[in-house]
């Protein structure tokens, strides 16, 4: 069918995630894939005719790694995207446990037996966790502290060392993780996104650490690049500049609402306990301390450079024109 | 949408055409030399390629994935937030307004030039008024390219680094800004922290360090670290360890000029009498300074008291024909960091010796 000899067919685990969709509808369009199995418990929104077809997968089910290895092995894919990862927290924290951790493990399971030509997994920079010894650029061989009790960012740790461990053991299989810094934009929705959509935003009293986003946009081009590039390794997929949190509340227009450490921590536990917001308390420490990541080696190796700069991203995410406000002043010369 | 029904009003309100105004030129006939030659055939050459029904054709095809993509966008919160806000115009007056005294641009590391500028009165008030700093050595400095400074350090709070820092923006023919490595304690203390960052401060961290020198910046060091700021009134310009070499090590690696820097007077600006340790790590701190002014006068205490200082830079030590690989030979590290200590602590002795008193030093001579 393809022009093209060596077609590639890839599957993608978490199909109906943002950057799942993106990377079906972008590799839809490219003419070097013969088929994309989209993957996931409920259809895509948008299923373009042809190239994609669904298979409704449920990566929570005890022999889903079975089901998962006849399908590979059926359509004889070549490479897998593992994106099937939660990008809010939530309170059913055995589920997500089932659905990241053992899931990956399922996944795993599939791929050692029929091993795919490229693995691809899709991980966050919270995995470095935010720590007062972190220097100011995090590097992909940095440790991976996580969070002592966010179990959030602990299965996705957990999650991302049986990959690592997979790598090691599977040396024929290019294993590539994207830890992407929290991603902003105008569609995607995540912790990040609504946490910066409520009016008021708390701030550590006395603490304003540097943040750092990187654009949907920007964040589905690495993908569609990892999934076309030999690079194998660890990848910080990052936007270009940092601001301080206090900046990035400007810039939104939140309200800051300074309050002792003590204190938020408390109201913290309250607030997530009753589900009146959606960041758990140890998001807390994120406002308080740096987890910034270095993207000099997915620029190196994978050739994926971040488009839009910070400001952008986040006016974007606005939805307000890059003129608007009077904030467009002092240009650094870095 | 711009076809006008036949007869408009406009006809009527403008009158007949005035036969003594030329017509304006229509559209390719206008003079478009400003644009040059070769934009102006390109521009019509695509024009003339262009097929109208294909250009019609995308249109269409881009609409439909416009109202797609609207379709598929849900809201994240029940009012979106990120498109429509109560309150509008209030609400952008309040952005306007949060945005004042802060850029929107900071560098890789924290530094807001607004943020600088905004404190510069400050530093000079200190540098030339209250402590009236004498800096000499400044010539040592390379106008471009990097290097490190390596400084003693003394005083509760790190007067010291944001005087050499002035010293070397205001006094240095290139006003280079000067990079500080600023210790844990201090970069995580509440409020004071995040000034320091705005201001040019850095994590004190080799990997920031390396990062820095590598971006030939100007960084300057304080090996001595919490033991230099700890010291008590009878030690004062005694030397500490510095660190475990750490410095050199860095220099070594990025092939970066040492500067050492004795700067005399950060001591009597805070004296500290005693420190208590107890309650203090519940705060955050390492330990509670007693000085003359500070448990007793509230958090006006921690400010200076008007001691007169002087900031000397010394002659550049290049390790570059030691090369990299030297780093990792312990020994050589070691009894460089001592020789630069060393020489550090004659060059505070020399100071010391010319200088008259310590407040007064500027009208005894």
């Known amino acids: 069918m393809s022009p093209y000899r060596e077609a590639r067919v890839v599957a993608v685990t978490g199909a109906c995630t943002f950057l799942g969709g993106e990377l079906l509808r972008r590799l839809e369009e490219d003419p070097r894939y013969k088929k994309v199995l989209a993957l996931d418990i409920r259809p895509p929104a948008l299923t373009p005719g042809g190239k994609v077809e669904f298979v409704k997968l449920d990566l929570t089910q005890p022999t889903v790694d079975g089901e998962l290895a006849t399908l590979l092995a059926k359509y004889q894919v070549d490479t897998f995207v593992h994106g099937a990862f939660l ?75 049986q990959v690592q461990r997979f790598a090691k053991e599977h040396p024929n299989v290019q294993v590539c993780i994207l830890r992407f810094a929290p991603i902003l934009g105008p569609t995607i929705s995540n912790m990040y996104t609504r946490f910066f959509s409520r009016p008021v935003a708390p701030v550590m009293m006395g603490h304003d650490p540097l943040m750092q986003f990187v654009h949907e946009q920007d964040a589905a081009y690495a993908l569609q690049k990892a999934v076309e590039s030999n690079a194998t390794g ?28 003590l204190i938020a921590r408390q109201l913290s536990k309250v607030l997530w ?58 240009r650094a010369q870095a | 949408m711009t076809d006008d029904p036949p007869n408009s009003d406009d006809d009527d309100w403008y009158g007949e055409a005035d036969p003594r105004v030329p017509d304006a030129p229509s559209w390719p006939d206008r003079d478009l030399g400003f644009l040059g030659d070769d934009v102006y055939l390109a521009e019509q050459a695509a024009a003339i390629a262009d097929d109208d029904d294909h250009t019609r054709f995308d249109e269409a095809e881009m609409r439909e994935l416009e109202r797609r993509l609207e379709q598929q966008r849900t809201p994240v919160f029940p009012i979106d937030l990120r498109k429509r806000l109560p309150l509008e115009g209030v609400w952008r007056r309040w952005r306007a307004l949060a945005m004042w005294g802060r850029s929107d641009v900071v560098d890789d590391f924290g530094r807001d030039p607004r943020a600088t500028a905004r404190w510069e009165w400050l530093f000079e008030f200190l540098y030339s008024r209250w402590f009236r700093v004498e800096a000499s050595g400044l010539e040592h400095i390379p106008a471009k390219g990097r290097a490190l400074l390596v400084a003693n350090h003394a005083g509760t709070l790190p007067y010291d680094s944001a005087m050499v820092m002035h010293a070397v923006r205001r006094d240095h023919p290139a006003r280079r800004d000067v990079r500080p490595l600023v210790e844990d304690t201090v970069f995580h203390l509440p409020f004071l922290g ?36 700890g010291k008590l009134w009878k030690d004062r310009y005694r030397l500490q360890r510095f660190g475990r070499g750490g410095f050199v090590k860095l220099a070594l690696r990025t092939g970066a000029p040492i500067i050492p820097v004795a700067v005399v007077g950060a001591e009597e600006a805070a004296p500290m009498l005693g420190k208590v340790t107890w309650f203090a790590k519940n705060i955050g701190i390492p330990w509670i ?31 570059g024909n030691a090369g990299p690989a030297a780093a990792e030979d312990r020994l050589f590290v070691n009894r460089i960091a001592d020789q630069i200590r060393n020489q550090i602590q004659s060059m505070i002795e020399d100071l010391l010796g010319k200088r008259r008193s310590p407040v007064l030093s500027a009208f005894l001579g």
């Open chain 1, 234 to 261: 660890a990848f910080n997929i990052v936007g270009k500049g940092v601001l301080p949190y206090t900046t990035v509340l400007a810039l939104l227009g939140r309200v800051p609402v300074p309050m002792p450490q």
């Open chain 2, 194 to 229: 995040p000034v320091m960052n705005r201001i040019g401060g850095v994590r004190a961290d080799p990997e920031n360090a390396e990062r820095l020198l590598l971006k030939d910046e100007l960084v300057a060091v304080f090996p001595e670290g919490e033991k230099g700021m």
């Open chain 2, 289 to 319: 300074p007693v000085t003359p002014t500070f448990p007793w006068l509230g958090p006006a205490g921690l400010l200076p008291l008007p001691s007169k200082w002087f900031v000397r830079f010394g002659a550049p030590i290049d390790l």
């Open chain 1, 87 to 161: 990008s809010h927290p939530t309170h059913a924290a055995e589920w997500a446990h089932e659905l990241e951790d053992v899931g990956t493990m399922h996944v795993l399971n599939a791929c050692a037996g029929i091993e795919p030509k490229r693995f691809v997994m899709v991980s966050t920079t919270l995995v470095y966790g935010a720590h007062p010894k972190n220097p100011n650029f995090l590097i992909e061989e940095a440790e991976l502290r996580g969070h002592r009790d966010s179990r959030f960012v602990n299965d996705k740790l957990r999650a991302e060392k």
């Open chain 1, 273 to 330: 306990a009753t589900q009146l917001v959606g960041s758990p308390p140890s998001f807390l420490d994120f406002l308080l301390y740096l987890c910034v990541a270095d993207g000099a080696k997915a620029r190196r190796e994978l050739g994926f450079a971040p488009r839009l700069s910070i400001k952008r991203t986040i006016l974007d995410f606005l939805g307000v024109a890059p003129e608007d406000g009077a904030t467009d002043v002092a």
